[in-house]
């Protein structure tokens, strides 16, 4: 099994009050562990506690669209949610996701752990790939029987390839270039889904601000990395500014601390300090800076204690019911006051730009 050291345990969880049994806390709902499974618990806690995402997919019309096709990653996920909202009950074993994930993914088969980042990115993307698969069947049962109320909301304006997922997660980077011989820009962009922010080396604390200020910086690139200048018909020294030129929803970082030292894989272990609110504004590309997109309250941080290779998964999420925090270490879960839930184990943290507000679910 996975170990947990004393000295994180202190920062984590324990001073925090045992739950009492006799449940009623929908959304609260700690997941067994089926052998090495902790990376996968804690990122479906945050997604669970995700409210925009779980309305929708718990959405009476996309439950019965889910129902009719064939959409295994979004049908599983929808059963989890019933099960984590509705259940009644202070913990599920999710062995269907597991079983999914398994028959998709040859490398979740094996007993070993996972990358929580990769599994999150990985869950989303097949999340999106199923309910664009569903928005499709809508279209074109929509233009065979045309109806008044358009108003479905997977096959939305935003065409076939938006959905629930991307609304929510998607970002869009900025990339300003320029030559440094001839001073011609460029301008490129990118989506994203997480930010994976580089953790500054040889500190034992910086902020969360640091991070992103690392990621942000300009950069030169020189030698073999120069870029092609259209106008100099040449490579030349280039220097890249980044900036966002459309921040998501729902944003998602990613601490890097599993990086190298040499030759040897490193566990970073500094203490990056963040707090409930977010500021993105020094980040905001010029076209977007003076709208109310900056700002963005902390609502799930995946936490990982332990080495590089033997290490646990837990997750601190924010139920929008209860308006507290909690701390799910497998199907074992403790409420935590705000105070901690910055600690020095944080490795991904996802924000929101509005409150969730408290869930609209058919039957909660
Ligand atoms: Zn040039």
Redesign the pocket.
Known sequence: MNSISVENEKQGCSSAVKLQSGWNRPGVCGLDNSGNSCYLNAVLQCLCSSVPLVEHLLNQDTRNELGRSKCRVAGMFVRLLEEMWLGRSSSCAPVEARSVLCSILPQFNNYSQQDAQELLLFLLNALHDDLKKVAKRQMHSSRRQPRQDQNSNCASAAGESSTIVSHLFEGQLGYMTL?M????QTHSTQTFTVLSLPIPTDIIKCSIQDCLSLFFEQTILTRGEQML?S??GMR?ETAVRTCLDKPPEILMLHLKRFGCKGKNQVKLRTNVVFSMRLNLSPFLSSSVQNTSYSSYRLYAVVNHTGHLHMGHYTALCHNALTQTWHCFDDSAIREVPDSLVQSPNAYVLLYSRKRFQKPKIHGL
Do not use: I, T, Y
């Open positions: 030559c011989h001839c001073n011609h200048c106008v100099c030349r």
